[in-house]
């Protein structure tokens, strides 16, 4: 097909239509994208194109008609004829640099072959003996009960499953999944529902050129039983609660969609994966909206997740004994199980504290970064690709490393028994994923003398000589690029209020001292001996003084950018905590007056293309081990009780049921008022010994 060439040919107007792959969607789209695009990062031109949202993402529709005497725009432009549509995409001034003849080409192929021109069209014919002016609404619904597990065949069989509606004034149900589309002008844009099979094909029109139908959530498994499955009782319910559902039903999740079209395959076109900057947006806009929709199963089920102190409750039945338990606790919270809330990273913190007090301190803190030119990855590359143009495969290799370096380190113990660990995932600015991991080792391979950390740890530039391929990793990975107005680096990432935050360059440092400092001092000579970084305008002299500290041995298997530091107190426990968690510093600035948490977060999330692949492929964002049994601990009444709402239980209820019942921590008193030998545990050691 016309699109393919374009994708895979290596001639100049193919390579244009690539670098401006977003545009060329962007004029042809049916419906347009609503998020603020975060483009700071790619102000400064240096490095590879991020596409990256900020806060909540939806599709909208327009009308079908243009306002009198306005330029049509998106679906408008379909009811013209060929050439004075391209002439109006042409004309449009965010298009000039395009090609006209590849937007001819475009054009006639979506006219032809997508199903969203031919529903428009339908819907125009439908409404054509209607004065212009008047105002009706047209609803494109989906036939769930067509559907027979092919979803993946083309249109043929898809262009029954839409059908277009005309509403009358009101008297037909109307189905909140419809895609609605207004006659004329009048009403504001239409946000589309995400639940509908048409929303990837009615924007991304250049990777589901046909307009294929996307997921719906009566959408069954491969595998599940031909009888068709019980409606499931409440939509919101049904999808949401992908989980029970999924096991139950079989139904295709959302998420698992996504991950399904995410992976490429020997039968399948693989023009998804060709698209670029394309690939790059869907792959954001698949995880903006499974997040979208989890948040909301948050907010419409915070029964099942109310909190309240008992305290708190007494306090309001005594200010108001007809008080209803339904408007009791907050507003909107999102719990500790939503990853990335500040419940969640409230948690973990905690449990990396217990870890940490148990094993009587931390060993090392590592940092490993992505390396987009990982021999993987440039393998997989499809002809004339950048790493960049594939967040997908980016992910998947990081992943696969990182799961190998955990093995080596804490299954084969490359570096010392350890006996455990706490590791949390993170997106950099420009998007790769970063891997932090807090080591413990077993008391015997503890580091406790400057020659032992020398033994795993260097700061120094190898001998170019006897190790020339390690001094090769260390020259392209390990060094901090100068940075300050000094060396010609005023804007470097690391650069605040003029002075570097990681504090390079270091001192020369004869040799390797333990202080009371957050982390060991490694060794760092002042050999004389200079090298050359970078090319061109940003080629920079370094010596000793800017080599990050690293482990040659994880360097040489990873071949990746892995800071890996000695802690040598107590402090530096408290800067990890900080470093780790500091992504999510937007979100706990409001922690405890926030009335809505789901909202908060919404507003508050940046997504980029590897973060939100990471998700789709469901990855794991954060690991410790062993688990940490979690123990609350309150003031007497002051324990957190929960309720579901709709079992409605009056208040006065709620507090027998509390009072009642131990928690972890009166259960514990409990035990030592009966057993002498328990007033020698801790609160925090009882798990271990009583269960
Ligand atoms: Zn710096």
Aim: proline letters at 5%; charged letters at 25%; hydrophobic letters at 35%.
């Amino acid at each position: 097909m016309e699109i393919l060439n374009l994708l895979q040919g290596q001639d100049h107007i193919a390579k244009q239509f690539r670098e401006h792959i977003w545009q060329y969607n962007n004029a042809l789209a049916m419906t347009s994208l609503g998020c603020k695009v975060d483009d700071s990062v790619n102000r400064n031109g240096a490095g590879p194109y991020v596409f990256k949202v900020h806060g909540k993402l939806s599709h909208k529709a327009g009308s079908l008609l243009p306002p009198e005497g306005q330029t049509p725009l998106y679906s408008q432009l379909y009811i013209y004829d060929g050439a004075e549509a391209l002439d109006y995409r042409m004309g449009h001034t965010a298009n000039h640099n395009l090609h006209r003849g590849t937007m001819q080409t475009l054009q006639d192929t979506l006219f032809n072959h997508h199903l969203g021109v031919q529903l428009y069209k339908q819907a125009l014919e439908l409404t054509s003996n209607m004065p212009p002016d008047q105002q009706c609404k047209i609803a494109l619904r989906f036939d769930e009960s067509t559907d027979r597990r092919q979803y993946n065949l083309p249109t043929a069989a898809a262009a029954n499953e839409i059908a277009v509606i005309l509403s009358g004034d009101g008297d037909q149900p109307q189905d909140a999944h419809d895609i609605i589309l207004y006659h004329c002008h009048g009403e504001p844009l239409q946000r589309i529902s995400e639940m509908h099979p048409l929303y990837p094909s009615l924007h991304y029109v250049l990777l589901f050129p046909t307009g294929q139908l996307g997921w719906h959530k009566r959408m069954l498994c491969a595998d599940a039983d031909d009888a068709p499955a019980p409606a499931a009782a409440d939509d919101e319910d049904a999808v949401e609660n992908n989980n029970q559902v999924s096991r139950k039903w079989r139904y295709v999740t959302q998420a698992e969609w996504f991950r399904y079209r995410l992976f490429p395959r020997v039968d399948e076109s693989l023009h998804l994966f060709m698209a670029g900057k394309l690939l790059q947006e869907f792959i954001v806009d698949a995880w903006a909206i499974t997040e979208q929709s989890r948040l909301t199963w948050v907010k419409l089920n915070q029964a099942k997740l109310r909190v309240y102190h008992c305290q708190g409750i007494a306090d309001a039945i005594a200010a108001d004994p007809t008080v209803d338990t339904a408007n009791l606790g907050q507003p909107i919270i999102l719990p500790s199980s939503f990853s990335g809330s500040t419940h969640n990273m409230i948690q973990h913190c905690q449990d990396t504290l217990a870890i940490n007090r148990y094993y009587h301190g931390a060993d090392l803190f590592l940092t490993a970064t992505a390396n987009p030119n990982w021999p993987e990855i440039k393998a997989e590359l499809l002809p004339g690709q950048k790493p960049s143009d594939r967040p997908d495969l980016i992910v998947r290799v990081f992943h696969a490393k990182m799961k190998e370096m955990l093995n080596d380190i804490h299954k084969d113990g490359i570096m010392g028994r350890t006996v455990a660990r706490v590791w949390t995932i993170e997106f950099q600015k420009r998007g790769l994923p970063h891997m932090h991991m807090i080591i413990f080792f077993h008391p015997d391979a503890k580091l406790r003398t400057p020659e032992e950390i020398d033994s795993l740890l260097s700061a120094e530039f190898p001998d170019e000589e006897k190790h020339p391929e390690l001094f090769e990793l260390v020259k392209s990975v390990m060094v901090h690029t100068p940075c300050g107005s000094e060396h010609n680096n005023p804007n470097a990432p690391c650069i605040e209020k003029e002075k570097c935050t990681k504090n390079f360059p270091k001192l020369f440092q004869d040799q390797t001292v333990v202080t009371t400092d957050s982390y060991a001092k490694l060794c760092r000579r002042d050999t004389g001996k200079k090298f050359k970084i970078g090319q061109g305008d940003s080629e920079r002299e370094v010596d000793n003084r800017w080599v990050v500290p690293y482990c040659p041995w994880l360097l040489w298997k990873c071949r990746c950018h892995i800071n890996v530091e000695s802690i040598a107190s107590i402090k530096a426990i408290k800067y990890i905590y900080k470093y780790v968690y500091k992504g999510h510093d937007r979100t706990t600035m409001q922690f405890g007056t926030c009335q809505d948490e789901a909202q908060l977060y919404l507003d508050a999330r940046y997504l980029s293309g590897c973060e939100s692949g990471w998700h789709i492929y469901e990855f794991h964002m954060h690991e410790e081990s062993p688990s940490v049994t979690h123990l609350q601990v309150h003031l007497e009444g002051e324990d957190l009780i929960s309720w579901d709402e709709y079992e409605a239980p009056d208040a006065g209820d709620v507090i027998k049921r509390a009072v009642s019942r131990n928690t972890k921590l009166t259960a514990y008193f409990k035990e030592n008022e009966k057993y002498p030998e328990a007033r020698n545990l801790l609160y925090q050691d009882f798990p271990s010994k009583f269960v």
